[in-house]
């Protein structure tokens, strides 16, 4: 997954590499070079007081240095540019794949988790772009070149790299094969602690009306100290490396020294060649130091890419049609045709075998009690949900055939949360209509009764609207839904028991003013209030998934004992005849 995630998004980027490439591989040699340089200075200038060779010789290592700075900051600039540009379509992708998920796929994800997906995983991956970028060329050209350097000064001193080498790369290969398992957990508790942090954060009044901060604290604490555990033992182990490896380096040193010493006094090795010898040592471990962290990272970036290429993969359950059909015939129809709906792992439907109609300038009113199913069969009208079996027609065309745009900009959906979004009360409602008017976005208020309201606000049609809503009160924020739906001018209007926090007075005069709106438009009512809708054209009732009654409030009455019963439980005698 991960090799399939770098070639897919660092593709584009494809110039850039090569330049990088190119630059860590000009670095590099230069860097090897310099060692060798240096000890002929010193056999060939200090040993024998030829200063002029000394100067010449200096003025080339100089402009060796300079131009190893050029090519490292260059190749920096450009690892840097396309480590970022990397995690930026990459996010992006992500975003667009969640953004077409229906509410069946967030729910298997979790919102946390969609999140995490999109911001520590992606960082993983981008982090190894960047380090590779940066090590990938240079560790192994030091390593290999810088061997063939040293072999080159003295072979008499190499094979104490035979040893040197494989103790590092053991103990270095030691340690972090230890930290893997560690950087999966810290992905996986990563997530808790942001699923925890999100769900107390969105119901903290729900915690403090029941005085349960101190378990809520509780669980957060756990969650926390998990995570800070497992990476305190992940920095326990990488503590360890940075002496372990100087230690390593030391001790070769020593080691090259005191052969190197031997050696220079029986002639078999100038001094020069000793000090280049020394420093190919240290690039040679510094290399297998860069490539075993380099390593260490794969695995951590694999078990991110896995989780991203997871959410890549997953297709959205509301597949877009292939030819969608783009002209309809008829005009605000919407029609149930024999659909049952279940819910993924669910056992029995949520709603069975259920068909309904309801056109041009009528009032469909559906009731039932809590978790009957009402919302459910509303959201496969807008294709937030697909039937398991049957048809959903919107103007005589099967949902799943129309041109989702074409679908939506019918629709007028007032869900049972209305969410706000940040921003202001005219930006919310340009959500229905983004080229509306003041002047319309001000009718649209006075048919929802939000006028009222709107006006005594602070600053009016631009008054600050928090994320969700939040400082407006309940039946504030269903009556500015409300008004975002009418903006929209729909063939068809879906209420989800959208008048449930009005008074019964506002309720009425909202009825009543919408009556000319909706004239020529098809209405869909959820409610559970009978007093809302006794005078609908068709009343449907829902009992436990099922249709067990349509028709009129009088009909109704005598033939649906379930409907009977819901009228007596809500109104007086008299009231109901
Ligand atoms: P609904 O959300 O359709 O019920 O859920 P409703 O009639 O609108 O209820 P109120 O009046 O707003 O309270 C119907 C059933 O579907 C299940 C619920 O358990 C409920 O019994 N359901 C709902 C799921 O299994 N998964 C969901 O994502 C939503
Ligand atoms: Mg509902």
């Not at 024999?338 to 009528?362: H, Q």
């Amino acid at each position: 997954m991960l090799i399939r995630l770098l070639r897919t998004y660092l593709q584009p980027y494809a110039r850039w590499l090569v330049a990088l490439v190119v630059l860590q591989l000009l670095g590099t040699i230069a860097s090897l070079y310099l060692p060798a340089l240096n000890a002929d200075v010193i056999d060939y200038g200090v040993v024998r007081g030829d200063t002029a060779y000394i100067l010449r010789t200096g003025g080339w290592m100089l402009l060796m240095t300079v131009g190893q700075i050029a090519c490292s900051m260059a190749a920096a600039y450009f690892g840097a540019r396309i480590s970022m540009s990397f995690g930026r379509d990459l996010r992006g992708a992500l975003f667009r794949r969640v953004m077409g998920f229906s509410g069946r796929e967030v729910a298997r994800f979790g919102a946390p988790s969609l999140i995490t997906r999109n911001t520590n995983d992606v960082q993983q991956v981008q982090m190894l772009v960047a380090v590779s970028g940066t090590m990938m060329i240079g560790a192994p050209v030091t390593g290999i070149g810088a061997i063939i350097m040293a072999v080159r000064e003295d072979p008499g001193l190499s094979w104490l790299m035979g040893i040197c080498v494989p103790v590092l790369a053991i103990v270095v290969g030691s340690v972090a094969w230890r930290m893997v398992p560690q950087f999966r957990l810290m992905q996986t508790f990563t997530d808790r602690v942001n699923r925890i942090l999100r769900e107390q954060i969105g119901g903290i009044r729900v915690v403090r009306a029941f005085v349960r901060e101190p378990d809520e604290t509780r669980r957060f604490a756990t969650a926390n100290a998990d995570l800070t555990d497992t990476a305190l033992q992940a920095g326990r182990l990488m503590a360890l490396l940075l002496p372990a490896i100087v230690l390593i380096l030391n001790a070769s040193s020593a080691a090259v020294l005191w052969v190197g010493a031997l050696r220079i006094s029986a002639g078999q090795t100038q001094i020069g060649d000793l000090t280049a010898f020394l420093v190919y040592l240290a690039q040679i471990l510094l290399a297998v130091m860069m490539a075993t962290f380099m390593l260490m990272m794969v695995p951590r970036a694999a078990v991110s890419a896995d989780r991203i290429g997871e959410v890549l993969a997953t297709e959205s359950s509301v597949a877009l049609p292939r030819e969608p059909v783009r002209a309809v015939a008829a005009h605000a129809q919407a029609e149930l045709r024999r659909v049952t709906f279940r819910y993924p792992g669910a056992a029995d439907p949520v709603l069975r075998d259920i068909s309904l109609r309801v056109g041009a300038g009528e009032t469909l009113a559906v009731i039932g009690s809590t978790g009957a199913g009402k919302t459910t069969l509303l959201s496969l009208i807008p294709r937030l949900l697909d039937p398991t079996e049957g048809a959903v027609l919107v103007d005589g065309v099967d949902v799943r055939r129309l041109d989702p745009e074409l679908l939506w900009t019918r629709i007028g959906l007032v869900p049972q949360r209305p969410y706000l979004f940040s921003g202001t009360v005219a930006s919310n409602l340009r959500f229905g209509d983004p080229g509306a008017t003041d002047e319309s976005l001000w009718q649209a208020l006075e048919v929802a009764q939000a006028r009222d309201f709107v006006e005594e606000l602070a600053g009016g049609l631009e008054a600050r609207v928090s994320q969700g809503g939040t400082n407006l009160s309940g039946g504030q924020r269903q009556r500015l839904a409300i008004a975002r739906a009418l903006l929209r001018r729909p063939e068809i209007y879906l209420f989800d028991d959208s008048f449930s926090a009005l008074d019964l007075g506002t309720e009425a005069r909202l009825r009543t003013a919408l009556r000319p709106v909706t004239r020529e438009s098809a209405v869909i009512i959820v409610t559970q209030r009978v007093a809302s809708i006794r005078n609908a054209d068709q009343i449907a009732v829902l009992d436990g998934g099922a249709l067990v009654g349509l028709g009129r409030h009088h009909e109704l009455l005598d033939t649906c004992p379930t409907y009977a019963e819901i009228v007596a439980s809500q109104l007086t005698a008299e009231e109901a005849a």
